[in-house]
């Protein structure tokens, strides 16, 4: 069994950065994708980026393409989250989570899932 840790979260103004980190324990998910999600007070918890195992292929959600970079190193055993140009709607508990079957949008295969990261982003 897996064990997800994100951390980076925190406050930032509207137009900076954050990077969240995503470290695995238990055993080593390098061979699994890995996708982050967020949750905005009073809303669903919605779908942001995945990344493969490799780290070759991404996907990104429509409102955070181009602003969003998720990459990986499998020899520390974490996954990452650039974040740019953050925008107030970007204010959310971040969740990663790991997808045995690849990278994928639908938060129903994701089976192991962190405990989030609050990004509060003021304008």
């Known amino acids: 069994q897996v064990q997800l840790v994100e951390s980076g979260g925190g406050l930032v103004q509207a137009g900076g950065s954050l990077r969240l980190s995503c470290a695995a324990s238990?055993?080593?998910?390098?061979?699994?994708?890995v996708g982050w999600f967020r949750q905005a007070p009073g809303k669903e918890r919605e779908f942001v980026a995945a990344i493969s195992w490799s780290g070759g292929s991404t996907y990104y959600a429509d409102s955070v393409k181009g602003r969003f970079t998720a990459s990986r190193d499998n020899a520390k055993n974490t996954v990452y989250l650039q974040m740019n140009s953050l925008k107030p709607e970007d204010t959310a508990v971040y969740y990663c989570?790991?997808?045995?079957?690849?990278?994928?949008?639908?938060?129903?295969?994701?089976?192991?899932w962190g405990q989030g990261t609050q990004v509060t982003v003021s304008s």
């Open positions: 238990g055993r080593t998910f390098t061979k699994y994708a």
């Open positions: 989570a790991e997808d045995p079957l690849g990278v994928d949008a639908t938060e129903a295969w994701y089976t192991y």
